[in-house]
């Protein structure tokens, strides 16, 4: 009897590793791409960010080589207890390997512990809060694209620079918005420059009148607006109309993306200094790519920054897992294969990952167009500077994520 | 000091949007008795309809205030004969659900060929610009919205209680069977009413295009507020409606200058402080 159960144990343990090993072949992939879907990021990210990472797996060329990789989709409506029921599922009943995209930082944080403590991978592109590689950084995690200490330390620097000393801020009361603030008032008072008040809007605010009186009152060089989508283009189709960029103050959209500003239109909008880390209008590849993107979306809209993070990331992601020769389901063993390679694509050029997670890649300082200088429906931006990315993101001596103290 | 009166006014300005869609609403719930909670949706069209109207037919603004309405009052009109006018007589749960679902369909038909960031809609050359007050920079458009919606809303009043059309309508809802007695036309009477009704929430997404964005959500936001100053002001009463929505811009207006991260909240506050002390709304009859 006990022959047969030391004869069992030992069958079960050869049955474990041979399944083990059996894992190091495999090449079953699953991504699902998790994002707001029908609210006021669905545009910039949304089904956008889904067709983005079907067409990174397309281009991966991985299929040809044997692997089965699916896409799935998902929305958080931007509540975080939706966006980590739907990661647990997708860890424990659908086996997804990676979630990408996660706009809205108050789902992305959330999101950010389920994937750590189920052993996956997290490519985020949409959320801004840079806590994602600070603060609350994770083995399992990697931020594409842009933050808020970049937004901070590109747009926000060049306007107090430009002599915009004094700050109000409109801040969207979430996460992000918290982080955007304390991040562009860092930068504000290291360039000399004071806060002189802000409010705190709730998510979704249709009318700014009382908010924008207030910053009016206020005497502010800037107006900063720590907010983002609907809020954003509320913010400063609302502050044309009461006449603040008359009066002299200057509006600091420390957050604008493609969609935005063909919502504002180009009327309202021209002029309008920001900061992106894409444009599909910047080279022949990232013209063929957005070209190739628009005709597949409904809309015909080419990429915004966050599709396009999403596109770069599962590409590199695919790279990884390409040069680990099968899919480990081991999410920490990836990233740290993923931040072993440099990154390099058409959309983003030549990057890196950094230890704490973040993609490093060059920021733009864009203008917004005249009317008149505009020759297409989304020909919308002037490139006016560039900031080479080991300048844009946060230093590694300045964070304090805790995978840096290994 | 300043600050103060300028938020009053700012306050009056989002109250005349509460105003015109509460009223809409109270006349729907009143005539009809029927809880319309399509009624964001319809004010959403109303603003896609102007968008429509300039951006393919280059039908500007002025006129837009007139046809919008017209267009999706008879949209409205349809849904009534097709298939609210099944419903008289239920309890008001499946109104309330049918309109609900009508609502989501709407929304999502829009949202899946607009997409959510909305699209742009400029305010009409005449009405740009501003004033400045002294304590405020008024832009004129706003102005002139506080102005329209209080002619719309007194227009409105006035019809349904001192027109003799008006008090067929009233006489109709109280007793459909002894009005039809005297020949009149009770169910024609309910669906225009309905469209009506359907007219003023669409009049207030024109009135709304150039200030928000025409986005397919525009309603969602909206409605819920409405709601509860309809509840507030007691269900069904056209001057009740009316001075809750006013009075209600004015309180949220105020709590944004005072405490802003409440400003979303500060109405459902007082809709429970209502319900507690007279259920029946500040205005209402007891049922």
Request: glycine share 12%; charged share 15%.
């Amino acid at each position: 009897m006990k022959k047969s159960i030391a004869s069992f144990l030992l069958g079960t343990a050869l049955a474990v590793t041979t399944a083990g090993a059996a894992f190091a072949q495999d090449k079953t992939v699953k991504i699902g791409a998790l994002s707001d879907q029908s609210g006021l990021y669905a545009d910039l990210g949304g089904p956008g960010s889904t067709l983005a990472a079907q067409m990174a797996v397309e281009d991966s060329g991985l299929a040809a080589k044997g692997w089965k990789i699916d896409v799935i989709s998902g929305d958080h409506q931007n509540k975080p207890d939706i966006g980590t029921a739907i990661a647990r599922q997708w860890f424990d009943v659908d086996k997804v390997d990676v979630i990408v995209d996660v706009p809205n930082s108050g789902v992305a944080l959330a999101v950010n512990n389920v994937i750590k403590e189920k052993n996956g991978v997290y490519i985020n592109s949409g959320a801004a809060t840079s806590d994602l590689t600070n603060a609350q950084c994770s083995p399992n995690t990697v931020h594409w694209t842009y933050d808020t200490y970049m937004l901070a330390h590109t747009t926000g620097q060049a306007l107090v620079k430009a002599g915009g000393d004094s700050w109000f801020f409109l801040t969207a009361d979430y996460a992000f918005g918290a982080a955007l603030e304390r991040d562009t008032t860092a930068v504000v008072t290291a360039n000399g420059g004071k806060i002189v008040g802000g409010v705190k809007h709730p998510l979704n605010t249709p009318d700014f009148s009382s908010f924008l009186l207030q910053a009016q009152a206020s005497k502010a060089k800037i107006i900063g607006l720590a907010n983002a989508g609907g809020d954003t283009t509320n913010s400063i189709k609302q502050a044309a109309e009461f006449g603040i960029g008359k009066g002299g103050q200057k509006l600091a959209a420390l957050l604008l993306f493609l969609t935005d500003v063909k919502a504002i239109g180009l009327e309202t909008a021209q002029g309008l200094n920001f900061t992106e880390t894409f444009y599909w209008d910047m080279n022949d590849q990232t013209r063929a790519f957005s070209k190739r993107f628009a005709d597949k979306m409904k809309s015909n809209a080419p990429p915004t920054m966050v599709q396009a993070g999403v596109y770069a990331g599962v590409r590199h992601y695919l790279k990884a897992l390409d040069a680990l020769g099968g899919n480990p389901h081991d999410g920490v063993k990836v990233v740290d294969k993923m931040k072993s390679m440099p990154t390099e694509d058409d959309l983003f050029g030549k990057g890196e990952i950094q230890p704490n997670g973040r993609t490093i890649h060059s920021a733009y300082l864009f203008e917004v167009k005249k009317p008149s200088e505009s020759k297409g429906p989304w020909d919308f931006y002037k490139l006016v500077g560039s900031v080479p990315g080991d300048q844009a993101f946060t230093p590694l001596a300045e964070s304090k994520c805790a995978l840096l103290k290994k | 000091m300043q600050a103060l009166y300028a938020q009053l006014l700012v306050g009056l300005i989002n109250g005349s949007f509460y105003a015109l869609l509460s009223l809409g609403l109270a006349v729907i719930f009143g005539m009809l008795n029927i809880i319309n909670f399509a009624h964001g949706a319809l004010y959403m069209m109303g603003a896609f309809v102007a968008y429509f109207l300039l951006s393919l037919g280059g039908i500007n603004y002025w006129w837009a205030l007139l046809f919008a309405p017209i267009i999706v009052g008879i949209f409205g009109m349809i849904l009534e004969r097709t298939m609210l006018q099944w419903l008289a007589g239920l309890d008001h749960l499946y109104g309330l659900l049918l309109t609900f679902g009508l609502a989501l369909i709407i929304q999502g038909v829009f949202q899946n060929y607009f997409g959510s960031s909305g699209l742009p809609y400029s305010i009409p050359d005449a009405l740009k610009g501003g004033m400045n007050l002294g304590f405020m920079y008024l832009p004129i458009y706003r102005g002139w919205v506080v102005v329209f919606s209080l002619v719309v809303c007194f227009a409105t009043w006035y019809l349904i209680e001192r027109t003799r059309l008006g008090a067929y309508l009233r006489a109709a809802t109280e007793n459909p069977t002894l009005v039809r007695a005297f020949g009149i036309n009770v169910p024609r009477m309910i669906t225009l009413t309905y469209g009506l009704g359907v007219g003023l929430a669409a009049l207030a997404g024109v009135l709304s295009a150039p200030i928000n964005q025409v986005r397919p959500l525009m309603g969602e936001n909206v409605i819920i507020v409405v709601f509860a100053v309809v509840v507030i002001g007691g269900m069904g009463s056209i001057m009740g409606s009316i001075i809750t929505g006013f009075a209600l811009g004015v309180i949220e207006g105020l709590t944004k200058y005072f405490y802003p991260e409440a400003s979303n909240t500060v109405v459902f506050v007082l809709m429970v402080l209502v319900l507690l002390v007279k259920p029946t709304g500040l205005t209402g009859r007891a049922a």
